[in-house]
């Protein structure tokens, strides 16, 4: 799943890109060790459940990532007006959501498919939002996808059912945390949005993770690898893509983080031993095809407009 730095692809188009190949390859190479972060900490993520559940998982992850943040970023508190606090706890509530819907579907089905599910949220937004008839062929390339990850129409090829909902509710639940994202991004200055909205979703995840796994919360082993999910998946990340939307334009960065399911699927394997067959490899590029295309249509029109 992508790391919450989304409301700089939304706020902002980056015009001041070098020229060389070389001054290109740099910021590339940053959203690419970005992506490459987030879904390996997304199989470690995976690997930690049997000691605290999925729940417990994403609450260490959240809680830790806030404290970091709110000691780099420092957010100012005061002078907020209510509508900006508004947004910025809608922001973390559809963080915390995401984020809890997500690890619930990874515990269930492979990394690589249940990103690939959760994509299609911000996919189903980007194709209402255009309104132009070739995302309808996207929208078809998806659904492509989808037929083939449910076995060519035979239920959902052996996969969880339960874990397949869950990561299309993570999918609408990224699509909203996309809006909000967009929204804090142009009420808060910097991070400072992002650090308190991961603030909001850590303090209300944090009793639902005491709930679940309790004193398996405060193991040292425990402690130690929740907060790598947490540098992994989303501080390291957040720092990484911050400085490469500086020289890269935020098109680009969109149509880079379309390969997540790809990424995601290659963790899955490396770390958990999760093998996809050519069925379900063919249906992770269909998506990721769809994904890159209603981008690059958005792109266009954009340009046109």
């Not at 999925?54 to 260490?60: D, E, P, Q």
């Not at 209300?204 to 005491?210: A, H, K, T």
């Not at 290659?266 to 069925?279: D, E, K, T």
Request: net charge positive; glycine share 12%.
């Amino acid at each position: 799943m992508q790391p919450e730095s989304t409301e700089s692809t939304e706020s902002t188009e980056s015009t001041d890109v070098p020229a060389s190949r070389w001054g290109a390859l740099g910021p590339v190479g940053l959203v690419l060790a970005g992506c490459v972060s987030v879904q390996f900490g997304g199989a470690v993520a995976v690997s930690l459940m049997p000691r605290a559940g999925a729940v417990g998982v994403v609450t260490l992850r959240l809680v830790v990532a806030a404290v970091i943040l709110l000691v780099v970023c420092r957010p100012r508190l005061r002078g907020h007006s209510r509508a900006d606090w508004g947004t910025v706890v809608a922001f973390g509530i559809a963080m915390g959501g995401m984020n809890l819907l997500f690890y619930q579907a990874a515990a269930r089905i492979p990394l690589g498919l249940a990103v690939t599910f959760e994509v299609l949220g911000p996919l189903a937004l980007s194709v209402i939002a255009s309104r132009r008839a070739i995302n309808l062929l996207w929208a078809g390339c998806a659904l492509v996808g989808v037929f083939l990850l449910g076995g060519a129409g035979d239920g959902l090829g052996g996969l969880d059912p339960v874990g397949v909902a869950f990561a299309v509710a993570a999918g609408g639940a990224w699509a909203t945390y996309i809006v909000f994202s967009a929204r804090t991004g142009r009420r808060f200055p910097q991070a400072d949005g992002l650090a308190l909205a991961m603030a909001v979703a850590a303090v209300l995840c944090l009793p639902l993770g005491l709930a679940t796994a309790g004193s398996r919360l405060f193991d040292p082993t425990t402690i130690l690898l929740g907060s790598a999910v947490a540098v992994m998946s989303s501080v390291l990340p957040y720092t990484l893509e911050l400085i490469a939307l500086r020289r890269l334009p935020a098109s680009t960065f969109a149509v880079m983080m379309s390969l997540e399911p790809a990424i995601a699927a290659l963790a899955g394997f490396l770390v958990l031993s999760q093998a996809l067959s050519w069925v379900e490899a063919a249906a992770i590029a269909f998506v990721i095809a769809a994904s890159m295309g209603a981008v690059r249509t958005q792109v266009g029109r954009k340009k046109k407009g």
